[in-house]
Each structure stands twice: as structure tokens, then as C-alpha cells.
């Protein structure tokens, strides 16, 4: 799940090094690079919410309450 975003986000920042865009091209890469982004904030922000869940789990001795 992590890793897609991420290597998309790599393929794009090759794909911009080595072409010269012009401004439809460039405003296409910065929507996908948005997206792209968007999708990995929501990934980290669950992981996030998973960490939190089970580090009170583990402050409350495993019961989970």
C-alpha cells in the first residue's frame, strides 16, 4: 500500500528531470503528483490511527479499554 504512492512519486520526479514540459505536460504532472500525495497522506494518517490504537492498548496492560 505504502510502496506504490511512494514509487510513483519517484517515477515522476525521473519523468520531470529528464523531459522539457511544457505547461499542459507540467500541469498534468503537478495533478498527478497531487493525487498521488493525497493518497499517501490518507495511507499515513491510518497507520497513524493504528500506531495510536496500539500504544493504549499496550499503556492499558492489553485490554484494549
Given at each position: ?19 522539457d ?11 498527478y ?16 490511527d ?16
Amino acid at each position: 500500500v505504502l510502496r506504490r504512492p511512494v514509487t510513483s512519486l519517484l517515477a515522476l520526479a525521473e519523468l520531470i528531470e529528464s523531459d522539457d514540459l511544457d505547461a499542459g505536460e507540467a500541469q498534468y504532472y503537478i495533478k498527478y503528483i497531487k493525487g498521488v500525495s493525497e493518497e499517501l497522506e490518507r495511507f499515513t494518517r491510518r497507520l497513524h490511527d493504528v500506531y495510536a490504537h496500539k500504544s493504549e492498548i499496550i499503556r492499558n496492560g492489553g485490554s484494549g479499554h
